[in-house]
T-cell receptor
Framework: QKEVEQNSGPLSVPEGAIASLNCTYSDRVSQSFFWYRQYSGKSPELIMSIYSNGDKEDGRFTAQLNKASQYVSLLIRDSQPSDSATYLCAVGQTGANNLFFGTGTRLTVIP | DGGITQSPKYLFRKEGQNVTLSCEQNLNHDAMYWYRQDPGQGLRLIYYSQIVNDFQKGDIAEGYSVSREKKESFPLTVTSAQKNPTAFYLC?????????????FGPGTRLTVT
């Protein structure tokens, strides 16, 4: 069983729509959750971190965490073509300094 | 500017040669990491180091070696024992302890071995 699972996509949304990206994880004691954006050929860029149940908003991005259901999601409001990228979910476990990464969801925002 | 630098950006080598990838950070981060990324796969951890002169194997350490002689530097050597070395190599760093779990990545080195 994979530690962190994401739908690989591709996910296509029209410009201005809300893009919803989901991630599930297997370890119930996971404590830290991150979303990275990776443009083609580039390195991952941290865009959101969340540690507590509920929503965390930063500009057009909202991260949602539900530890009981073991999922974390990322909503992108007013999607722009520049949001087209692969989004990686990463999970950190208690007592560990490492992160476990999903394989990423490729998002395409259609103008 | 604070950040993580990796060099070179692109590296080409013949099979059977060892090659060393550079990673330097001036963020005063204690922990540093090396990942490998292959098409269609997530990031896989090769080695990590939480303090100077100490490092641990990750999930795919075979065929790789590292050193951590300075806090700022964490070079990775891809040896000839690594069966499939062609990949995108990413270095990351973060602060240690209970404050700050975020890992930040360098720009990466794309290694091609023929």
């Amino acid at each position: 069983q994979k530690e962190v699972e994401q739908n690989s996509g591709p996910l296509s949304v029209p410009e201005g729509a809300i893009a919803s990206l989901n991630c599930t994880y297997s370890d119930r004691v996971s404590q830290s959750f991150f979303w990275y954006r990776q443009y083609s050929g580039k390195s991952p860029e941290l865009i959101m971190s969340i540690y507590s149940n509920g929503d965390k908003e930063d500009g057009r991005f909202t991260a949602q965490l539900n530890k009981a259901s073991q999922y974390v999601s990322l909503l992108i409001r007013d999607s722009q073509p520049s949001d087209s990228a692969t989004y990686l979910c990463a999970v950190g476990q208690t007592g560990a300094n490492n992160l476990f990464f999903g394989t990423g969801t490729r998002l395409t925002v259609i103008p | 500017d604070g950040g993580i630098t990796q060099s070179p950006k692109y590296l080409f080598r013949k099979e059977g040669q060892n090659v060393t990838l550079s990673c330097e950070q001036n963020l005063n981060h204690d922990a540093m990491y090396w990942y490998r990324q292959d098409p269609g796969q997530g990031l896989r951890l090769i080695y990590y180091s939480q303090i100077v002169n100490d490092f641990q194997k990750g999930d795919i350490a075979e065929g790789y070696s590292v050193s951590r002689e300075k806090k700022e530097s964490f070079p990775l050597t891809v040896t000839s024992a690594q069966k499939n070395p062609t990949a995108f190599y990413l270095c990351a760093s973060k602060t240690s302890g209970s404050v700050g779990y975020e890992q930040y990545f360098g720009p990466g080195t794309r290694l091609t071995v023929t």
